[in-house]
């Protein structure tokens, strides 16, 4: 039985419009970020985070069996 890891890296940065941008994976080679722009809960209106500035990011690996 071979295992296989896939490796999902999650990074979400602010962009300074109450939205975030999150790195949601990489496509094509070399890899590009695939950026998803979503709805930011951390600030409503009121800013924690600089524009740009990382706000968590976190690697999630994926094991399958075969």
Known sequence: MAKKYFLYTYCVYCNGTGKVDVVVGY????????IETQVCG????KKKFK?????ESKIEAEVIDE
């Open 27 to 34: 496509e094509g080679n070399p890899p590009e970020p695939v």
């Open 42 to 45: 951390n600030c409503n209106g």
């Open 51 to 55: 524009t740009g500035e990382m706000i």
